[in-house]
């Protein structure tokens, strides 16, 4: 395992592409996750996801934070009440407690790499109340409507 | 601090190039450094390096591993006693106490991701006996010659 190659665009050598989540227990679209490091003698994972064009991450927030380098296409971030374009390279930090969203663009991936503690709490869900304070915001509704 | 856009290549907003290492510390050539994530609620970060063409890293080891990702040009990398081609998005695992050096293409940067825990030990350089072993293996004393 010490050099797994690149096999095409997103695709490692000895590397699964896996369920983002269980299917039904949150709501997403069209992504797709692969560990690409995960050894208990580092104490962070590096992953992979893909989101295919027009899909998205869940809408959810959690105490652990999120280093994110955009690696394949382009996209937009939700991060608290803000909406940023996002493409090739750029880093999102994501805080603790911030609701955030990653969407493809409508006609291109969205691949990125997200470091993350090994030992984490669960992400959360908006409830209802949550959503609609966050939907408050016109262009917050908008990136949430797709 | 929340999205920091890429500028150029290998280049961020709010970034800093920095040292690779103090200047005669040890033996480089033409490399640099940026730490795209630290932060400590974070036990790891993510440094970005960038290899001119015909640059190293130095040649060393530790307990601590590397988990490296390619992102821009070509280079070889020397892990243990085996030499490797890498390019863009290879990934490459360093072991602890892995004897390691990467070397840009000499006509090509090399570009890299690497993550690494917080809290780590420093780098040991080899003893000239410890080279002398290494440099029996042509492959590598070709390697180490550049």
Chains 1, 2 share one sequence.
Request: overall charge negative; charged content about 25%; glycine content about 6%.
């Amino acid at each position: 395992m010490t050099v797994r190659r690149r096999i095409g665009e997103g695709r490692w050598e000895r590397t699964d592409t896996l369920a983002y989540k269980e299917e039904g227990s949150a709501p997403f679209k069209a992504i797709t996750r692969q560990i690409l490091f995960d050894d208990p003698r580092l104490q962070c994972q590096l992953r992979y996801f893909e989101i295919a064009p027009g899909g998205y991450s869940t809408l959810e927030r959690h105490e652990h934070m999120h280093a994110v380098m955009i690696v394949r296409g382009r996209g937009r971030c939700l991060l608290g009440d803000a909406v940023h374009e996002v493409e090739l390279h750029d880093l999102v930090t994501i805080a603790p407690l911030t609701w955030h969203q990653l969407r493809a663009a409508p006609d291109e991936p969205l691949g990125f790499l997200c470091m993350v503690n090994n030992e984490r709490d669960r992400p959360q869900l908006p409830t209802p109340e949550q959503l609609a304070e966050l939907r408050r915001n016109p262009a917050v509704a908008a990136f949430l409507d797709g």
